[in-house]
DNA sequence: TTGTAGGCGTTATCAC
DNA sequence: GTGATAACGCCTACAA
């Protein structure tokens, strides 16, 4: 069975290639039965269109992509779930670009507006060391969701790009504060040890120990070496065991997310002790994961569905050339649960 | 800025388009002076090649493509990454395409075929209820992976495609099995309402309670509605809530995936009662989140990462056209933990 | 309403 | 080693 084109579809049908086009794109000038003909044609022998030719020729292709730091990282899942809706909704179709944690998203981002014509993209984690005049080059409209410090001023007459996320030092800093306020002087914190996201983390947990007057000391510091999944349930079971068996003192453990805090939770239990009477754990993010666990965990919910959301329509907003918010920073919720106590 | 293509480039360089092109696909017979210039020319002007021309051109592209069954479900997340990274060691690019509860896994591939030049495809997830005529269009290779139940015969000299997944009715039946075994009479059945994986979940219990002799009763049978994110913990959550209120009598739950398990022990945690001293729960699928969870939940492991592993070897083995096995059935691994005991 | 022809950016096949 | 040039499959003026 070869590969069937237009050309033949045409033949086949007794008609020129620029018929069966209109017939494909549902163009106004064409009589409904030749058209019936083509369609039937079409079906019996089942042409589909060849889209890189169309994307070749066409200037639009309606097509978002999404361009996800680590897809395989559950915290992506519902807002993956919002944007794939979301574009649909608006009769777009979405392309999914996973970037390892070795690849360079901005350089994948570009190949994916020439090949296949996006309209814009969608940043997802990551973007926190990016090469800004390379970021510059793309031009097509873009959001970074979830992640990110900043987004480049615009040169051009219409906005390009908008940044929305939470404020992760920030979070992290109101996190610290909570556990403070608790009572906690010695705070465990179990953060990625790259220089974009655990940076951000780490620099909010010390800003709040300054701020309420506590030694920062290094031994309670663990840094996830920067590599393929770092935010497993496994990872934080694995260094909360270790920094159990380290003979460290410290009374509560804080993960910048809510799966370590899970492995954190685990570790405590496995070691013989309960959470929180004898440590206390707050996680970070705010999954599904955090809410059912028992004990629940306390944690930072971030609005990740209306993170996706705004991207989504902010988005949109750039490819229509509206005003745009270029910093949308959205608060995130400390949630307390069962995981933590007063002292 | 505008597009620059390769007619810019050669001109900038004073050279023909077809040495640009032996410039960038790394051909032999070229000067490397010459080469060093055009790529440096490139480098300073930002080309991009455009994917969409090469792919008309090409014959091959060197990418797969993944149709994942709703991306959004944590249950991919380690396949994504071992697929992720065996295609790259392949020196392979992959895309990924999700495929919507209401869309068509088949038509989507078909597309992706001629799009992208793809070399092989991967389905995760779905493929139950498939037309079989449609997927025999098909022209290049395919695995179907981690779900579905058989694969068409071949027609063609060299095998095109093959299953790779587990025996979900007997893994289901084997888990009743070991559930009857524990002196359970009356098993609460949380599944999905569809078609393909639900029926055969379904069918295994079934078949277990008939060999251990106790009788089927509609009550204890909870069908989540086919639609968009089944597997949540909170849908695992709410429907086991719902059964503990009806007042409907039973000792054990078990459900098809860990997500709902956990929301199942939340749940009976919730109303006060223990797991597993008051009702036994387990899972199935194997997730992390199961052995962490407090309780750790009983389930049947499936072997995701050896699933994934065989589904990209058996893929390159069917673009390299040699033999392959048609269809791998790989065994779970029944783990038992604490949310279940003995009566 | 329909057909013809040119071009989109690239690669491959020729000559040179 | 290198440079024209013909495809690749589609869309879209423009002509009929």
Same mark, same amino acid.
């Given at each position: 069975?070869?590969?069937?084109?237009?050309?033949?579809?045409?033949?086949?049908?007794?008609?020129?290639?620029?018929?069966?086009?209109?017939?494909?794109?549902?163009?106004?000038?064409?009589?409904?039965?030749?058209?019936?003909?083509?369609?039937?044609?079409?079906?019996?022998?089942?042409?589909?269109?060849?889209?890189?030719?169309?994307?070749?020729?066409?200037?639009?292709?309606?097509?978002?992509?999404?361009?996800?730091?680590?897809?395989?990282?559950?915290?992506?899942?519902?807002?993956?779930?919002?944007?794939?809706?979301?574009?649909?909704?608006?009769?777009?179709?979405?392309?999914?670009?996973?970037?390892?944690?070795?690849?360079?998203?901005?350089?994948?981002?570009?190949?994916?507006?020439?090949?296949?014509?996006?309209?814009?993209?969608?940043?997802?984690?990551?973007?926190?060391?990016?090469?800004?005049?390379?970021?510059?080059?793309?031009?097509?409209?873009?959001?970074?969701?979830?992640?990110?410090?900043?987004?480049?001023?615009?040169?051009?007459?219409?906005?390009?790009?908008? *940044?929305?996320?939470?404020?992760? &030092? %920030?979070?992290? /800093? !109101?996190?610290?504060?909570?556990?403070?306020?608790?009572?906690? +002087?010695?705070?465990?914190?179990?953060?990625?040890?790259?220089?974009?996201?655990?940076?951000?983390?780490?620099?909010?947990?010390?800003?709040?120990?300054?701020?309420?007057?506590?030694?920062?000391?290094?031994?309670?510091?663990?840094?996830?070496?920067?590599?393929?999944?770092?935010?497993?349930?496994?990872?934080?079971?694995?260094?909360?065991?270790?920094?159990?068996?380290?003979?460290?003192?410290?009374?509560?453990?804080?993960?910048?997310?809510?799966?370590?805090?899970?492995?954190?939770?685990?570790?405590?239990?496995?070691?013989?002790?309960?959470?929180?009477?004898?440590?206390?754990?707050?996680?970070?993010?705010?999954?599904?994961?955090?809410?059912?666990?028992?004990?629940?965990?306390?944690? *930072?919910?971030?609005?990740?569905? &209306? %993170?996706?959301? /705004? !991207?989504?329509?902010?988005?949109?907003?750039?490819?229509?050339? +509206?005003?745009?918010?270029?910093?949308?920073?959205?608060?995130?919720?400390?949630?307390?649960?069962?995981?933590?106590?007063?002292?």
């Amino acid at each position: 069975m070869e590969q069937i084109t237009i050309k033949e579809v045409a033949k086949l049908c007794g008609v020129g290639v620029s018929t069966v086009s209109r017939a494909i794109n549902n163009h106004p000038d064409i009589n409904p039965e030749t058209k019936q003909k083509i369609l039937d044609t079409i079906r019996e022998y089942n042409y589909v269109p060849n889209n890189s030719a169309r994307n070749l020729k066409r200037t639009d292709s309606n097509t978002i992509a999404v361009v996800i730091k680590e897809i395989s990282n559950s915290y992506w899942g519902v807002m993956l779930h919002v944007l794939e809706r979301e574009v649909r909704d608006r009769k777009y179709c979405l392309v999914l670009q996973n970037v390892a944690d070795d690849e360079d998203e901005v350089e994948l981002a570009l190949q994916l507006e020439k090949e296949k014509k996006v309209k814009g993209i969608i940043f997802l984690g990551g973007m926190y060391n990016y090469d800004e005049s390379r970021l510059r080059m793309l031009r097509v409209p873009y959001v970074i969701s979830g992640s990110g410090k900043t987004v480049p001023e615009d040169t051009g007459t219409y906005p390009k790009s908008a *940044l929305v996320t939470t404020d992760t &030092e %920030i979070e992290s /800093q !109101s996190m610290v504060d909570y556990l403070c306020s608790c009572g906690h +002087k010695r705070i465990a914190f179990i953060t990625s040890g790259d220089e974009g996201l655990g940076r951000c983390h780490l620099n909010g947990y010390k800003r709040s120990l300054e701020k309420n007057g506590l030694e920062y000391d290094e031994k309670l510091i663990i840094r996830l070496k920067p590599g393929k999944r770092i935010y497993t349930i496994e990872n934080g079971y694995n260094c909360t065991c270790e920094l159990l068996k380290s003979g460290v003192d410290f009374s509560c453990i804080y993960a910048i997310s809510d799966t370590l805090a899970v492995g954190a939770c685990r570790a405590v239990i496995d070691s013989g002790k309960r959470v929180p009477e004898d440590y206390c754990v707050a996680g970070a993010d705010g999954q599904d994961i955090a809410e059912y666990y028992h004990p629940s965990i306390t944690t *930072l919910k971030y609005p990740r569905v &209306e %993170i996706a959301l /705004q !991207s989504v329509r902010t988005l949109f907003d750039l490819i229509n050339r +509206k005003k745009v918010v270029k910093r949308q920073i959205l608060g995130g919720t400390l949630i307390e649960r069962e995981s933590t106590r007063k002292l």
